[in-house]
Every structure is written in structure tokens, then in C-alpha cells.
């Protein structure tokens, strides 16, 4: 059971003088939004040897959600979800002609059905969404040892997807306006592919790479809006087709592992906010095509067995590659980003400290397609925690923000409005205290 007060978001307008980043951050502009969510979800497995080296693997389950929200004092939204599962999948390990082997392969079903009421101040539902969704996919995973260094993996997903969605609209509903949205009823089959290369030199350096396609179907929740003119019931599924190769260093202590990748993606699920300048809703869309670029580097350095000092480093380039924004920036997407850090066993698990230093690079505010609006600012924070295990006690004490930077990392830019933007600003410094028992 969770119960949750929606944060308001932050108005900057130079031209009109306005800004509420400066002059009333923790401030809101919507103070009666909330959104309340309740849960249940029971699942249940086995698995059973079929023979040495083979086991059957099946589970299931239901999980029910059930939402109610409140948006700008004035729209009321209710809703429930449930979704059936069923995952038997088959874990085979042993030699195949001679060669290492270990393969998994399985099927999945999901039954997933969603019915929301909307309505104005809580009023009779001026629009009544049913939406149900099946999907059915089998799929194979193999990795296979052509040398006792040198694995090869493959694998391959089937997906068939049907939906039925309907609205019934009630014209004589408080605040009622237009009309039903049109039935609809689709059906599509995707596929997944993947194969990959991992090859060890020596004990030290080892290579690999890796080509793949890959899908994301729309859930019912994301083909639902907060009225008739955001909802999308044929929300199309994202594809995508990426490479990637790096390289794997241990030396000693050190760990290194650092990669390049591409990705070109067709039909990007994003939402898309309201304009702060115009309508106070947004949707789910299909972008044009995009691509992402860039590489990731991590790296651990064990000085002793009390203390190791990790890392990170990210370059991401994401733009678009087709249609009117060409070769601009997708929003919200830094270059650069990353983090250091160290944990400290100073007394071995009963007192041990964390450290993690985080950056990134300014980026584009949502809604800036055309990348004409200011920039979300770069910014860095510090984490600390200090905490310990004494049996099956645990406790940590962490202080998150140590340097109290007042930042935000998400803002709708306006679409028309030049600098007009809305911000939702995050905590400054916070503390955070747990405790508990393990039984």
C-alpha cells in the first residue's frame, strides 16, 4: 500500500520574470496531486531434475495493482492491472559433440488486462478504458565452448502479441467533451536475435563482442494517456539493432573492462510531456529514428582486503537520424557521465564505509526535440554511508547529497516560449537511517 504526494513542478520564464527555481523551490503549484497505489503479487515454481545436468524450471503467478491519482486538483484517475504469468523454461548443462554446452530455452505467457474510469473532480467517468494484452513467446539461449577459451553464444526469441482495447464514453459526465476513441484490435509477431563472442587471451586479457536485435512491445499501462488525446491504443513496438566490443583486463588487484557500442533504434517509446506553455498533459509516442553511440568503461582496484576503490566513465551520443530534428540531440540524454568511489571494512563487516561520487554533463530538457531551449545543467554529488552486520543485525547510517547541491535533473522545455521551462528540483542534502534483523 503506498500513498504518495506528487511533487509540483518549478516555472522559469525570463521573459515574464518568473523564477520559482530561485524563489520558491520546495514550492508547488498543484498541492492537492497525489497518486495511492495497492499491490498483490503471489507467485509460485518448482524445479525438478530431469536427469544430471537438466533441470525443468516452472513458475507463475498474478499481480494485481490498483492506482488512484489526482492531477492538477481536477482530473481524477482510477485504475487496475492484472497480469497472469507462466515461465517453464528448461536449464540443460553438459557436453554437445564434444564441446561445453550449456543452453536455455522456455516459453513465456503473460495475460495482462487493465480497465481505468476517468473523470473530472471525481464525478461520474467521462471515459471508461478496457484494454486486455497476450503475449506468447518461446526462446533459445546457447552458449557453447569451441575452446577452452573461446565461447560462443546464440540465441533467438519468437513473440506473438495481441491487444484489444475499447473506451466507452459517457456524454452526459461532468465535464464531458468529444467523443469514444475508436476500437482496436491488433496482432503482431516480433523476433529477437543475439550472438556473441567471448574470447580469454590469457589469465589477464580476455576480448569480446557481440551483434543483436531486439524488441520492447507497449504495455497497457503505456497506451493509456491522461485523456482521449494522449491515449495511443496502437502504440507501435520499439526495435532496435546494436553492436558492441570490448575488452576485459585482470591484473592482480585490477579489474578493467571497457567496451564500445551502436545502436540504431526504430520507433523509440518516449513520453511525451505537456507543453508548460499550452495543454497540461502528456502521452506516450513512437519517435522518429534514433541511434545511441558511445562506450563504457568500469574499473575496481582492490588495494587490500579492507579497501577497494572503484569507477566509472560513460560517453553516450543520442540523436536523432531520420525525420525533421536529423542529427539533433534526443533529450534528456547526457555525453558524459560517471562515478568513483571506495568501500572501507574498517573493522571488518561490523563497520564499513561507503563512498560514491557521481557527474554528468548538462543535457536536453524533455520536450526539445528541435534543441533550441537551455540546457539542464551539468552537476556532481557525494554519498555517504556508514553501516555494519553483527549476526543477523544490520544497520547503515547514510547521508546522500553530502555537499547539499541544489540541482534537477528533469525539465519540460516549453515548445514555443523561448527559456520558458518547467523543473522539478531534488532534495538537497538528506540523511537516511535503517535497521533491521535477517531471520
Same mark, same amino acid.
Given at each position: 500500500?503506498?500513498?504518495?504526494?506528487?511533487?509540483?513542478?518549478?516555472?522559469?520564464?525570463?521573459?515574464?520574470?518568473?523564477?520559482?527555481?530561485?524563489?520558491?523551490?520546495?514550492?508547488?503549484?498543484?498541492?492537492?496531486?497525489?497518486?495511492?497505489?495497492?499491490?498483490?503479487?503471489?507467485?509460485?515454481?518448482?524445479?525438478?531434475?530431469?536427469?544430471?545436468?537438466?533441470?525443468?524450471?516452472?513458475?507463475?503467478?498474478?499481480?494485481?495493482?490498483?492506482?488512484?491519482?489526482?492531477?492538477?486538483?481536477?482530473?481524477?484517475?482510477?485504475?487496475?492491472?492484472?497480469?497472469?504469468?507462466?515461465?517453464?523454461?528448461?536449464?540443460?548443462?553438459?557436453?554437445?559433440?564434444?564441446?561445453?554446452?550449456?543452453?536455455?530455452?522456455?516459453?513465456?505467457?503473460?495475460?495482462?488486462?487493465?480497465?481505468?474510469?476517468?473523470?473530472?473532480? &471525481? =464525478?461520474?467517468? @467521462?471515459?471508461?478504458?478496457? #484494454?486486455?494484452?497476450? *503475449?506468447?513467446?518461446? $526462446?533459445?539461449?546457447? +552458449?557453447?565452448?569451441?575452446?577452452?577459451?573461446?565461447?560462443?553464444?546464440?540465441?533467438?526469441?519468437?513473440?506473438?502479441?495481441?491487444?484489444?482495447?475499447?473506451?466507452?464514453?459517457?456524454?452526459?459526465?461532468?465535464?464531458?467533451?468529444?467523443?469514444?476513441?475508436?476500437?482496436?484490435?491488433?496482432?503482431?509477431?516480433?523476433?529477437?536475435?543475439?550472438?556473441?563472442?567471448?574470447?580469454?587471451?590469457?589469465?589477464?586479457?580476455?576480448?569480446?563482442?557481440?551483434?543483436?536485435?531486439?524488441?520492447?512491445?507497449?504495455?497497457?499501462?503505456?497506451?493509456?494517456?491522461?485523456?482521449?488525446?494522449?491515449?495511443?491504443?496502437?502504440?507501435?513496438?520499439?526495435?532496435?539493432?546494436?553492436?558492441? &566490443? =570490448?575488452?576485459? @583486463?585482470?591484473?592482480?588487484? #585490477?579489474?578493467?573492462? *571497457?567496451?564500445?557500442? $551502436?545502436?540504431?533504434? +526504430?520507433?523509440?517509446?518516449?513520453?511525451?510531456?505537456?507543453?508548460?506553455?499550452?495543454?497540461?498533459?502528456?502521452?506516450?509516442?513512437?519517435?522518429?529514428?534514433?541511434?545511441?553511440?558511445?562506450?563504457?568503461?568500469?574499473?575496481?582496484?582492490?588495494?587490500?582486503?579492507?579497501?577497494?576503490?572503484?569507477?566509472?566513465?560513460?560517453?553516450?551520443?543520442?540523436?536523432?537520424?531520420?525525420?525533421?530534428?536529423?542529427?539533433?540531440?534526443?533529450?534528456?540524454?547526457?555525453?558524459?557521465?560517471?562515478?568513483?568511489?571506495?568501500?572501507?571494512?574498517?573493522?571488518?563487516?561490523?563497520?564499513?564505509?561507503?563512498?560514491?561520487?557521481?557527474?554528468?554533463?548538462?543535457?536536453?530538457?524533455?520536450?526539445?526535440?528541435?534543441?533550441?531551449?537551455?540546457?539542464?545543467?551539468?552537476?556532481?554529488?557525494?554519498?555517504?554511508?556508514?553501516?555494519?552486520?553483527?549476526?543477523?543485525?544490520?544497520?547503515?547510517?547514510?547521508?546522500?547529497?553530502?555537499?547539499?547541491?541544489?540541482?534537477?535533473?528533469?525539465?519540460?522545455?516549453?515548445?514555443?516560449?523561448?527559456?520558458?521551462?518547467?523543473?522539478?528540483?531534488?532534495?538537497?542534502?538528506?540523511?537516511?537511517?535503517?535497521?533491521?534483523?535477517?531471520?
Amino acid at each position: 500500500d503506498q500513498k504518495l504526494g506528487l511533487p509540483g513542478a518549478r516555472l522559469v520564464d525570463p521573459g515574464a520574470g518568473i523564477n520559482e527555481l530561485a524563489t520558491d523551490r520546495r514550492g508547488t503549484s498543484t498541492p492537492l496531486d497525489y497518486a495511492n497505489k495497492q499491490g498483490v503479487n503471489v507467485t509460485a515454481g518448482f524445479t525438478y531434475k530431469l536427469w544430471e545436468g537438466a533441470d525443468l524450471i516452472v513458475d507463475g503467478g498474478v499481480r494485481n495493482k490498483k492506482q488512484q491519482g489526482l492531477s492538477f486538483g481536477f482530473d481524477y484517475l482510477a485504475a487496475e492491472l492484472q497480469t497472469w504469468s507462466f515461465t517453464p523454461r528448461l536449464d540443460i548443462r553438459g557436453n554437445m559433440f564434444g564441446l561445453r554446452s550449456r543452453i536455455l530455452t522456455g516459453i513465456d505467457y503473460y495475460d495482462a488486462s487493465y480497465n481505468s474510469p476517468r473523470s473530472a473532480l &471525481g =464525478g461520474t467517468p @467521462i471515459h471508461i478504458y478496457d #484494454l486486455s494484452q497476450r *503475449s506468447f513467446a518461446a $526462446y533459445w539461449q546457447q +552458449t557453447i565452448g569451441l575452446t577452452p577459451n573461446t565461447d560462443l553464444s546464440y540465441g533467438a526469441r519468437w513473440q506473438h502479441t495481441s491487444i484489444h482495447a475499447r473506451d466507452t464514453f459517457d456524454p452526459l459526465a461532468l465535464f464531458a467533451w468529444g467523443s469514444a476513441l475508436n476500437p482496436y484490435d491488433g496482432r503482431e509477431d516480433n523476433h529477437a536475435l543475439h550472438i556473441g563472442i567471448d574470447h580469454r587471451f590469457n589469465n589477464t586479457i580476455a576480448v569480446f563482442a557481440r551483434a543483436a536485435h531486439s524488441f520492447r512491445t507497449p504495455n497497457v499501462d503505456e497506451r493509456v494517456g491522461n485523456s482521449p488525446s494522449q491515449t495511443n491504443f496502437a502504440l507501435r513496438t520499439q526495435t532496435s539493432s546494436d553492436v558492441e &566490443g =570490448g575488452i576485459r @583486463i585482470t591484473a592482480g588487484a #585490477l579489474t578493467v573492462q *571497457s567496451s564500445i557500442y $551502436y545502436m540504431a533504434l +526504430t520507433n523509440e517509446i518516449h513520453f511525451s510531456p505537456y507543453d508548460p506553455s499550452t495543454f497540461p498533459f502528456g502521452s506516450n509516442i513512437n519517435l522518429d529514428p534514433t541511434e545511441r553511440y558511445g562506450s563504457e568503461t568500469s574499473a575496481t582496484l582492490r588495494i587490500n582486503e579492507a579497501f577497494r576503490l572503484r569507477g566509472g566513465f560513460a560517453y553516450t551520443r543520442a540523436q536523432f537520424r531520420e525525420g525533421p530534428f536529423t542529427g539533433n540531440d534526443v533529450p534528456l540524454v547526457s555525453r558524459f557521465s560517471g562515478s568513483v568511489g571506495f568501500s572501507w571494512n574498517i573493522w571488518q563487516n561490523y563497520l564499513v564505509l561507503d563512498a560514491d561520487a557521481r557527474f554528468w554533463s548538462r543535457r536536453r530538457m524533455d520536450n526539445d526535440q528541435p534543441n533550441w531551449q537551455p540546457t539542464i545543467p551539468s552537476q556532481a554529488t557525494l554519498d555517504l554511508k556508514i553501516g555494519g552486520e553483527v549476526e543477523n543485525f544490520f544497520w547503515s547510517f547514510s547521508v546522500l547529497n553530502v555537499f547539499n547541491a541544489l540541482y534537477y535533473d528533469y525539465a519540460i522545455a516549453s515548445s514555443t516560449i523561448p527559456g520558458r521551462f518547467n523543473a522539478y528540483p531534488l532534495p538537497g542534502r538528506t540523511y537516511m537511517l535503517k535497521a533491521g534483523f535477517k531471520l
